[in-house]
């Protein structure tokens, strides 16, 4: 914790990273993590709370080993977003902010991620699944409960778990920044044409 804070010229300021680390260790924003983030930076464990509780990426109790998201924002949900969220409750047997028995997979309805040119998208431990179908989806699901995530369409070649990539949120580089897919066709040819660019 004290290497995270060191990063900030306000110390306040470490407050987000602080609270990905310790779901990075509880799996979730404890409590007792937010006492020690309040000591640590001297503040009141009101104003860690608020931040806790105001970003949906800090998760009050214990989500799955792979936390998946579905769009249903607008362009998501009329691309087959909803029609995948409902299918996925179905097939896990779980409802929203839900865990599998086994503990594997978490399934929560979330708002745009800014990938609209990869509708519908699904997320996992915040990364992508583009261009997602109902079988395509089961399938994702299916591979992290037998222990083999099929890996995202962009970002890294591998799933981490969420704890793992709660580390790095925290900060904590886990080497792997520059690995996969960082930008693919669709993206590039939006900037290509807010360029001018007619090729």
Partial sequence: ???????????????????????????YVTNEGIEIIAQQLELAAAEVTAVSTFYT??????????????????LCAIMGGDEIMGALKDHLGIENDGVTADGKVSL???????ACDYAPVVMANWEF?????????????????????K????????LV??????????????????????????TLLGLKIAKGETK
């Fill in 1 to 27: 914790m004290e290497t995270i804070i060191k990063r900030y010229p306000r110390p306040r300021s470490a407050i987000m990273p602080l609270l990905h680390f310790v779901q990075s260790r509880a799996g």
């Fill in 108 to 114: 929560e309805h979330i708002e745009c991620n800014a």
């Fill in 57 to 74: 990426q800090y998760k009050p109790t214990p989500v799955g080993e792979y936390h998946v998201g579905v769009c249903t924002n607008t």
């Fill in 161 to 186: 778990t969420w704890k793992q990539a709660s580390e790095v949120l925290a900060g904590l580089n886990d080497g792997r920044a520059n690995e996969g897919v960082q930008a693919g066709g669709p």
């Fill in 151 to 158: 890996p995202p369409t962009r970002g890294p070649n591998t």
């Fill in 129 to 149: 699944y583009d261009n997602q179908t109902v079988q395509s989806a089961k399938d994702l699901v299916d591979s992290m409960r037998a222990g083999n995530p």
